[in-house]
């Protein structure tokens, strides 16, 4: 039987996530809005069927507000909420997207108690916490896509400087989805080579600081609203070393229980997603200076989600 992909929220990341699951045939997908917002989700869900014959893929798209018809889901993505606006940070968000993510994890609680539960809803550390103390479903079900996007802004940029295929260049980002992520240069090969032998300080600190304001670089960007091709793609290949169990290694917000010296809050770190979820989190031993670094995002997220009250 086909497998099936619940999207909560159908607006700019939600259609790209609908897109490429479809093309990726990751199986038949829902998408589900607020009443307001319903023919608009069923209008994308149809334009997406009436592209399938094109498009060259097998799977039915269906547009929705009511939670009856994500029931049975193996994948939720969530994105419902608001978006950032230039001049706003993540955090000013908090109060408004805090009460969707409520309404969101009763629905999916109800509907899909068993799916692996993917958040993207900014501010995405506190999100991703919210919506596991709200649904009370296990660690290895909850994943919040952030080190996902921020280590292929990484790769991005490192690309984009080197003039050198992106497929090749190799590292992660760890921490919250803010300011404060922690790019490891240390730890980034392009090719095999070690960045730090073939890129200067300058570079790398250059691309480290535009990699953890990548998403307010966007922002400005587009005046309005935030990035949406990035988030949707990282979030895919999330879902699908689920449901194809790949066993990628992927730095995402996952819930540590002592990892890091972390106990009780999403911190982006490498993690294995295989069909368990989130199967494995990977400790990496760091520097004086990386853990410096390190334990001041975890200050941030542990302040943003301390807001949460939950
Ligand atoms: N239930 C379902 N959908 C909702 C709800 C709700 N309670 N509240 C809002 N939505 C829908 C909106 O109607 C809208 O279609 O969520 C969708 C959000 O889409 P956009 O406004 O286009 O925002 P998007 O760019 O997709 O970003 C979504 O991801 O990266 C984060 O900061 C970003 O928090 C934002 C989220």
């Known amino acids: 039987m086909r497998k099936k992909i619940a999207l909560i929220g159908g607006g700019q990341i939600g259609q790209i996530l609908a897109m490429i699951a479809a093309q990726k045939e ?25 592209m399938a014959p094109h498009g060259n893929y097998d799977a039915f798209i269906t547009g929705t507000s009511d939670y009856k018809d994500i029931a049975g889901a193996d994948v939720v993505i969530v ?10 940070t993540r955090e000013d968000l908090l109060a408004v997207n805090l009460k969707i993510i409520s309404t969101v ?3 999916v609680k109800q509907y899909a108690p068993n799916a692996f539960c993917i958040i993207i809803t900014n501010p995405l550390d506190a999100m991703v916490y919210s919506f596991y103390k ?4 296990p660690r290895n079900r909850i994943a919040g896509m952030a080190g996902t996007l921020d280590t292929a802004r990484w790769r991005a940029f490192i690309a984009m400087e080197l003039g050198v295929s992106v497929a090749d260049v190799a590292g992660t980002v760890l921490g919250g989805h803010g300011p404060d992520m922690v790019p490891l240069p ?3 090969t392009v090719g095999g080579v070690p960045l730090t032998e073939i890129a200067t300080k300058e570079q790398i600190d250059r691309l480290a600081l535009r990699t953890r304001e990548a998403g307010t670089e966007i922002v400005k960007l587009f005046g309005k609203g935030s990035a949406f091709f990035s988030p949707a793609w990282s979030a895919i290949v999330m879902a699908e070393s ?7 290694i992927l730095p995402c917000a996952a819930l540590c229980q002592g990892e890091y010296g972390v106990n009780g809050l999403f911190i982006g770190v490498p993690a294995m997603i295989s069909a368990n979820g989130v199967e494995k989190i ?4 760091l520097t004086e200076d990386e853990n410096a670094l390190l334990q001041k995002t975890i200050a941030g997220v542990k302040k943003t989600t301390e807001e ?3």
Do not use: C, S
Not at 79 to 88: E, F
């Open 134 to 137: 709200l649904t009370g479903f």
């Open 282 to 285: 990977y400790e990496i031993k």
């Open 105 to 107: 994890a009763a629905g």
């Open 308 to 310: 949460t009250k939950l």
């Open 26 to 50: 990751l199986g038949d997908i829902v998408i589900l809005d607020i009443p307001e917002f319903e023919n608009p989700a069923k209008g994308k869900a149809l334009d997406l069927m009436e």
């Open 242 to 248: 689920y449901l194809r169990d790949k066993r990628r």
């Open 79 to 88: 994105t419902a909420g608001r978006p950032r606006q230039a001049g706003m």
């Open 186 to 188: 240390r730890l980034t």
